[in-house]
């Protein structure tokens, strides 16, 4: 035993390390910077269809929520997608239009979800999804099915590096 533990006594507890915080790792607290605005993750869904998962981090910041999508399929996806009005969407039409654009499906399907934060009320839950892509394939427009809810969101692809992250804890 060294000099300074037998004069101050010694400690066995042990300090967690740090794990560095990713896309596929943030929490809620955490917080992110996109396009010169600072965001604080307020909810986290965690999706999972058959095996098949993704997560959605709900952004907040001066009044504005927004949804990062972070999924690692191949490669690793990133998007920003936004809560949009779309009058007479009908879930898990072939097509659907919106501000001018022509969004058609390209998948679908049912995804148990585990949330916290502000999405906690659909812990549990599952959900009903459609995917939708433009003819560019540089616009998306997710419609899901909560119970009888449909909620729409607009959004794009975004690379990996234009976010930065600040662990909140």
Not at 25 to 48: C, M, P, Q, S, W
Not at 51 to 56: I, V
Request: glycine residues 12%; negative net charge.
């Amino acid at each position: 035993m060294g000099f300074w533990k037998r004069l101050f006594g010694g400690t066995t507890e042990t300090v967690p390390e740090a794990k560095e915080r990713t896309l596929l790792n943030l929490r809620v607290g955490d917080f992110v910077t996109y396009d010169l605005a600072d965001y604080e993750v307020t909810g986290k869904i965690h999706y999972n269809d058959s095996g098949y998962t993704w997560d959605a981090y709900q952004l907040a910041a001066n009044g504005k929520t927004v949804w990062l999508s972070v999924e690692l399929d191949d490669e690793l996806e990133v998007g920003m997608y936004e809560t949009v009005r779309l009058a007479g969407a009908e879930p898990g039409s072939k097509k659907l239009t919106h501000d001018g654009r022509t969004y058609y499906l390209e998948e679908e399907g049912r995804a148990y979800v585990k949330a916290e934060g502000r999405s906690e009320n659909v812990h549990g839950k599952n959900v009903d999804y459609y995917d939708y892509t433009d003819d560019s394939g540089e616009h998306f427009l997710s419609v899901e099915v909560w119970g009888g809810d449909v909620e729409v969101s607009y959004g794009y692809e975004i690379e990996e590096y234009e976010i930065t992250i600040l662990a909140g804890s």
